[in-house]
């Protein structure tokens, strides 16, 4: 892991706490444990062979998609990458149909077509997701134009991590962004690993959010595990992109607990250091919101136990939901290649 | 049928205007094209044009010359060189309810937008189980002769046949590049608009309202009962001038127009083929897993029995496209090598 020691611009955490309501913290709560449920109960079922789909698990970074999508509306965009449970989930979509699309069945978000990678629920904003690294990022931009040329106040957030920054098609993406002001809240989570490769293998800087200076667009660094911290930085952004402020780049720097693909973590197989690892796990972004409504008093033990039966009967239900739904049939194979209601 | 006719050259089809006296109104390929985007333009708000030198007072060649006058400069977008990122913004802009024609002044810049073009624009619409689609065209033009050279004159066509979710088209007529203009702009799925630089001049006649062609449906451009000659984009004209010189020598040739290669009108060729028993393949790029060989294999699996003849096929030689005028001429062929394939064929039996 890269040291970060000159920071770009930070939010000061004592001042974003105290503008936050009580109300709103617990909503952001509520999102960042059914993120961490739902992917604990992933790794409950996985051994059980019949999820059939490579799973890019969130554990860890769970509040950024909770500090972001928290500001959007149903019809705002958000285009995510092959890790993006937490993003459908923080947006609104129905996890029984991500349990059943991971389950390969017809109910499936995706009709069993996608899996993990490829979530959908265009309802809720989400018009689909890729598994290319960096091939998300211009296509939010796009949506940010479509929005633009429509003249409707929709924003498009664009998430991917500190690996699609060595992609062309995030610089691309950034300069005409900027160029036209579009609507685009580009969203970093920086978790400093491109699948094993550390930052400091791929970036000659840990300057992740100065780059957007170079773009003539704001660029601002946060914990991403603090929600706080993105919650503020998400609502600047969003608020600027809305009212036609144009684009802004977000690095939020967190950590994922588990490999790169898969329920297991891969520290074991030496892919990256134990002692950093820990030093993460300390930072647990569930431990430390709850800590926070602890100590403001917006939440009681009580109601946090009531909240955690609420959320593990939900990943129970879409769980029976996903294994007990049909499989596609196979002639199924055929459809959707083409669309046919062209006009 | 006077649009489904293919005029060799201007004075043909001024003395069919002759004949016809009115109602049969002539148009350049190029000025066919920029009337279907002006028209649908017109037509439907969500259509955009974006490109890098869209509004420029080139125009790409002439085909959106002017059109930024008429709907200003954010519907007729210049663009940064950045072939594959802004792929991706239109693949965005059309999934949220937009329907740009993104246009390449060179069919050579497309492998830098592969990434785009097959692994999101072809797969998304399948990838969300139908719930996204992405109607996008994407218009690139191939170029040829004066040096052009290699990364100037490519004609990749084959590459994006191969790709399950894209459409492919390549009209040779003035008439059939304005009906599959408005096809593909309606069409809803990602559409690869293939032009040949040559094509341009082409003049035919083309109605003034906005019609459709359909995508997937291939065209008979001349009867004949010995020999089946499947043609595509320019080389239907080389295919037609070919015809004479083959008559003179006792061979009546029956000449097919794909207009789309993906999806191929496989029941026009191999109905052809049940009359000709014989079939020469004639395009624009190289032989080797090329338009020829997709249909060569379609022929073998499906029509082998009407076959009197093994097929042959006329394309361009598996070498990168040169410089030098002695070698762009053994590098291209024109009528004259469709003649003499079609010659062989009948001497080998």
């Not at chain 1, 969130?58 to 019809?75: P, Q, T, Y």
Request: glycine share 10%; hydrophobic share 40%; proline share 5%.
């Amino acid at each position: 892991m890269v040291k970060n020691k000159k920071k770009t611009k930070t939010v000061s955490k004592k001042s974003a706490v105290n503008s936050i309501s009580a109300g709103v913290l617990r909503k952001l709560y509520e999102t960042i444990l059914r993120i961490r449920r739902f992917e604990e109960k992933i790794i409950e079922v996985y051994p059980g062979q019949d999820m059939k789909t490579p799973v890019h698990l969130c554990i860890g970074e769970e509040a950024i998609a909770a500090g972001v999508c928290i500001h959007l509306r149903k019809d705002d965009y958000i285009f995510s990458t092959h890790r993006s449970h937490g993003h459908s989930i923080a947006k609104g979509s129905d996890m029984k149909r991500m349990m059943a699309e991971f389950y390969g069945r017809k109910t499936g978000c995706s009709k069993g077509k996608g899996g993990s990678m490829h979530l959908c629920d265009p309802e809720n904003g989400i018009l689909g997701s890729t598994a290319i690294v960096g091939g998300g990022i211009p296509i939010a931009v796009g949506a940010g134009l479509a929005s633009f040329m429509k003249g409707t106040d929709t924003v498009s957030v664009a998430f991917f991590g500190d690996g699609a920054m060595d992609e062309g098609t995030f610089h691309e993406s950034m300069n005409f962004a900027s160029l036209k002001k579009l609507p685009v809240i580009f969203l970093c989570e920086n978790n400093f690993y491109a699948t094993n490769s550390p930052q400091s293998a791929r970036q000659p800087h840990d300057n992740i959010a100065k780059r957007a200076g170079g773009y003539g667009m704001p660029g601002i660094q946060v914990d991403g595990n603090d929600v706080t911290a993105v919650y503020e930085a998400a609502k600047e952004a969003v608020d600027r992109a809305r009212a036609g402020g144009g684009p802004s780049l977000i690095e939020c720097r967190t950590y994922r607990w588990k490999g790169h693909v898969g329920p297991d973590c891969d520290v074991e197989k030496g892919c990256r250091p134990r002692d950093e690892h820990d030093m993460w796990l300390k930072k647990c972004p569930v431990e430390r919101t709850r800590k926070l409504l602890l100590d403001k008093k917006a939440m009681s033990e009580e109601e946090m136990k009531r909240l955690l039966d609420k959320i593990n009967k939900e990943m129970d239900e879409a769980v029976e939901f996903g294994r007990s739904s049909p499989f596609p049939d196979a002639s199924e194979l055929f459809d959707d290649v083409y669309f046919s209601g062209g006009k | 049928m006077p649009w489904t006719k293919v005029y060799v050259d201007k004075s043909e089809f001024e003395k069919a205007a002759q004949l016809q006296k009115e109602g049969l109104r002539g148009l350049t390929f190029r000025e066919a094209l920029k009337e279907a985007t002006s028209q649908m333009m017109e037509k439907d708000e969500r259509v955009f044009v974006m490109g890098e030198g869209v509004d420029d007072p080139g125009g790409i060649f002439g085909s959106t010359a002017g059109l930024h006058k008429k709907f200003g400069k954010n519907r007729v977008m210049d663009l940064p060189i950045a072939e594959n990122g802004m792929t991706g913004v239109a693949i965005g802009a059309a999934m949220a309810g937009m329907r740009p024609i993104f246009v390449h002044m060179r069919m050579d810049f497309l492998p830098m937008c592969m990434d785009q073009i097959v692994n999101h624009a072809a797969k998304w619409y399948y990838m969300t189980g139908g719930r996204t689609n992405v109607p996008l065209v994407v218009r690139s033009i191939i170029g040829k002769g004066w040096g052009s050279a290699a990364q100037h004159s490519q004609a990749l066509q084959a590459l994006f046949m191969h790709i399950p979710g894209l459409k492919v088209v390549m009209p040779s007529t003035p008439y059939d590049v304005k009906g599959l203009m408005v096809s593909s702009i309606q069409d809803g799925n990602p559409v690869m608009f293939i032009e040949h630089r040559w094509l341009y001049e082409q003049i035919g006649y083309v109605p003034e309202e906005i019609y459709t062609v359909p995508i997937g449906k291939g065209i008979v451009r001349r009867q004949g009962k010995d020999v089946t000659v499947v043609a595509v984009s320019n080389m239907v004209y080389e295919a037609m001038k070919a015809v004479q010189p083959l008559e003179a020598e006792g061979i009546d040739v029956e000449v097919i127009d794909p207009r789309t290669i993906k999806p191929l009108d496989e029941d026009i060729i191999i109905e052809s083929i049940k009359k000709t028993g014989r079939l020469v393949i004639v395009d624009i790029g190289w032989k080797t897993c090329g338009v020829s060989a997709e249909i060569a294999a379609v022929v073998a699996e499906k029509a082998f029995k009407y076959l009197k003849a093994p097929v042959k096929r006329v394309t361009l030689p598996d070498v990168p496209t040169p410089n030098s005028p002695v070698l762009e001429d053994a590098y291209y062929f024109d009528y004259k090598r469709i003649v003499s394939s079609v010659k062989e064929m009948f001497r080998e039996i």
